[in-house]
């Protein structure tokens, strides 16, 4: 649990005054923050509305590591940015096409079945991401991150691939529920492993990987997962949706947003 | 005050047998009773009906507090609100399971909670509905928890007692934060004193009903501290908290909803007016502004998540049959 711990003395990191950098580094950092933040805010949305006691512990501690992860990205995405902005001032007064999560995250959250698929899906990227940010990024401050949220995310990743195998090998109405959500939540999981130009700068600075490179470790890991909880894999186009990345969202970040701004909307300036 | 009006059953003393006679002795020097020793079947029904009532109070109340955690004004308040909310939703875990050593099973409970036949605290079929009221939420009504569950650490039942003792040491933190949200908002623009002196006014008697109907209409108490499963009177608990909180509205600058309430030199306490009683068993019968709302919340929570729960079972019975079959 990542709770509410802040970073102690920054580590230097040269990428923070590279000029030229800025504008794709703070992007990426709003990418990797934004997709944690709405995750986390579909995730809390659960709260005391589980199947299990257990579940409702571990969806809210899930939604607790994600809010975590996001003061990290967005803290680091403001500084990066150098216009006085903080995190919650990126989280709270962001329009919808500023947001730069991944559409997959933003998506309702269905039943149990959509939420665990879609964490499942989420999470086999995320900790794939993290694992290579934490070993090669060349910003020490990215690495730091990335190893504090790995530990978290590799959880994560461990109980979600179980509940899965479980559940598609459970009953024939839990197996349906999963195959449904999977066959809906497919179209979006290209958006992943589909690079821009803003991918290819900080790529090209080693901060983090192409995110191509990602796309066959994933293919394996979420087919031994599949064939385990005798799910099929959709034969459907996997980058079928895709744009949040770049600020082309579904309708419905309007309203998570709507939802999660109010109150700083509402009384501009108040501290809280 | 997570547990209100709890049924005790119990024998007077001089028609106690000989066990009976030990079993008190034994309560009455101090010792702790564990799951496997022989207990009055009052005794243990009652525990059942109190801690059961509690758990239920602890799951129903993620719920007002979850209608804002995915509009918290910042990261760290959400943070701080999933965190406790998780907290809350342990805390049913440990009583649940305390429960359980007695001879019931967690789905019983439910069952008994999903049909009325159990109930949860009054003050959580009251609505939230601003920011400051998690703050009020937290300060007053985590408040008056802790006034009550300090003492039950020592309560006779063992499993009982050490379930206390970890969800206090989580309480005393909810109080703070709740606490910090209510100074944050009363030192903040007018409109967030406003909404803090707001929430302050709504729950301040709610908060007084926790604690239960006065001594003198309570008819179970006698035998309930006889047994050390309920420490102190519902008056002296109530007292004591509005002696510990009435400083603190003052520190806040906020005014507590109450035109008689003045320090009295001789008790050393506050009088104080009592809450509307009629309003609590209104609200105790299933006429409160929330009780249905939070009943079919947790009703369709639980009809909902069968499927979910019946895909894990099955799961567990063939990778059990497979085990078997492989040996």
């Not at chain 2, 009773?33 to 059961?52: A, S």
């Amino acid at each position: 649990m990542t709770g509410i711990a802040e970073l102690e003395a920054p580590l230097a990191d040269p990428h923070l005054s590279d000029e030229a950098l800025r504008p794709a580094f703070f992007e990426w950092l709003c990418r990797m923050g934004d997709s944690t933040l709405i995750l986390g805010h579909r995730t809390s949305e659960w709260c005391g509305h589980g199947p299990a006691l257990e579940e409702d512990i571990a969806l809210a501690n899930t939604a607790l590591d994600l809010i975590g992860h996001t003061q990290f990205w967005l803290g680091l995405a403001a500084e990066v940015e150098g216009k006085g902005r903080s995190a919650d001032q990126l989280a709270y007064l962001r329009d919808a096409w500023h947001f730069r999560n991944l559409l997959l995250v933003e998506l309702p959250k269905g039943d149990m079945g959509q939420t665990l698929v879609r964490e499942f899906l989420f999470d086999a990227w995320h900790h794939l991401q993290l694992d290579w940010l934490a070993a090669n990024s060349s910003s020490p401050r990215v690495r730091e991150i990335a190893a504090k949220a790995l530990k978290e995310v590799s959880y994560h990743l461990e109980r979600v691939c179980d509940l899965v195998i479980r559940l598609g090998d459970g009953t024939e109405e839990s197996h349906r529920r999963l195959q449904d959500a999977l066959d809906r939540l497919w179209p979006y999981t290209g958006e992943m492993f589909t690079g821009d130009a803003v991918d290819a700068t900080v790529a090209g600075a080693g901060i983090a990987p192409d995110p191509a490179s990602l796309r066959p470790a994933w293919d394996a890991l979420v087919d031994e997962v599949l064939e385990a909880a005798t799910l099929t894999r959709p034969q459907t186009r996997p980058d079928a949706q895709k744009g949040g990345r770049q600020g082309r969202h579904t309708e419905h970040l309007g309203f998570i947003l709507a939802e999660m701004q109010f109150l700083q909307r509402a009384y501009p300036g108040a501290t809280w | 005050m997570y547990a209100q009006m709890i049924k005790s059953e119990g024998t007077k003393r001089e028609d106690m047998s000989p066990q009976e006679l030990a079993f008190q002795a034994r309560i009455d020097r101090g010792e702790k009773i564990e799951p496997k020793e022989w207990m009055p079947e009052g005794y243990r029904k009652t525990l059942i009906r109190q801690i059961g009532q509690h758990a239920h109070s602890e799951i129903v109340g993620q719920l007002p507090e979850g209608n804002w955690i995915t509009r918290a004004p910042t990261l760290e308040r959400k943070a701080i609100l999933l965190a406790k909310v998780q907290d809350e939703a342990g805390h049913g875990l440990y009583l649940y399971s305390a429960a359980e050593t007695l001879g019931v099973s967690r789905d019983e409970l439910f069952e008994k909670l999903h049909s009325g036949a159990m109930k949860y605290s009054s003050i959580f079929n009251y609505p939230t509905l601003t920011w400051a009221d998690m703050g009020a939420v937290g300060w007053l009504v985590d408040g008056a928890a802790i006034m009550n569950q300090v003492p039950l650490q020592r309560t006779s039942y063992g499993p009982y007692s050490r379930a206390m003792i970890r969800i206090c040491k989580e309480e005393s933190f909810h109080q703070r934060q709740g606490y910090s949200i209510m100074m944050t908002m009363a030192k903040g623009t007018p409109a967030q004193k406003d909404m803090a002196q707001d929430a302050l006014n709504r729950f301040w008697y709610p908060a007084l009903m926790m604690f239960g109907p006065s001594d003198k209409d309570s008819v179970h108490s006698e035998q309930s501290m006889a047994w050390k499963i309920k420490m102190n009177t519902n008056d002296e608990l109530r007292q004591k908290f509005v002696n510990e909180t009435v400083p603190q509205a003052e520190y806040l600058g906020l005014s507590v909803p109450d035109e008689t309430l003045a320090w009295n030199e001789e008790k050393q306490g506050y009088d104080f007016a009592e809450p509307d009683w009629s309003e609590f068993f209104e609200v105790i019968k299933g006429n409160g502004p929330c009780n249905r709302e939070r009943l079919e919340a947790r009703v369709t929570a639980w009809d909902e998540g069968a499927w979910f729960r019946e895909g894990l079972s099955a799961h567990a019975e063939k990778a059990a049959a497979a085990r078997m079959a492989a040996e």
